[in-house]
């Protein structure tokens, strides 16, 4: 059983056909493992699915709302969300000293080691850190994680 961390860039390619779709929605449809969101992953995919639309050339209004919906819907049913907690920012303060991240992508990844613990001790050992960001993977994988580019299964 393998439980997913899925930042904002991965968990996008599940509602907008991205390289690396397929094996996301793969991932995010299994039923022996949980795909974990940090909560400000609904923001930043929020965000994400209005800036396709707002794009030239991007998706019309009608299928941003039907997108964002979908998303929503499963954030409701789907994924375990991990509130923000101090402990999660001051975490990720830390990060941000040793590692090349921005804000959002220390609290991903503060979110995730945090969250690692926990299943750790609920002997939950299948756990990978999916992110479609070279940065934040490298760190994820300098703090021990193990780690998945949705990009890289095609």
């Known amino acids: 059983m393998t439980d997913y961390f899925l930042?904002?860039?991965?968990?996008?390619?599940?509602?907008?056909?991205e390289k690396g779709s397929d094996w996301i929605r793969t991932i995010t449809e299994q039923r022996d493992g949980v795909v974990i969101l940090a909560q400000l992953t609904l923001v930043e995919v929020a965000a994400a699915i209005a800036a396709k639309s707002r794009a030239p050339g991007g998706?019309?209004?009608?299928?941003?709302?039907?997108?964002?919906?979908?998303?929503?819907?499963?954030?409701?049913?789907?994924?375990?969300?991990?509130?923000?907690?101090?402990?999660?920012?001051?975490?990720?303060?830390?990060?941000?000293?040793?590692y090349r991240l921005r804000g959002y992508d220390a609290i991903q990844l503060a979110t995730a080691l945090v969250i690692l613990s926990s299943l750790l001790s609920a002997n939950r050992t299948g756990f990978r850190f999916v992110?479609?960001?070279?940065?934040?993977?490298?760190?994820?994988?300098?703090?021990g994680l193990l780690i998945n580019d949705p990009q890289q299964h095609i």
């Open 7 to 17: 930042d904002s860039s991965a968990v996008l390619k599940r509602y907008i056909k």
């Open 59 to 98: 998706i019309s209004d009608r299928h941003r709302e039907r997108v964002l919906e979908r998303f929503l819907d499963d954030v409701d049913q789907r994924y375990l969300i991990v509130p923000m907690r101090h402990a999660i920012v001051d975490r990720a303060v830390r990060l941000t000293q040793v």
């Open 131 to 143: 992110a479609s960001d070279e940065d934040l993977l490298d760190a994820a994988k300098a703090e």
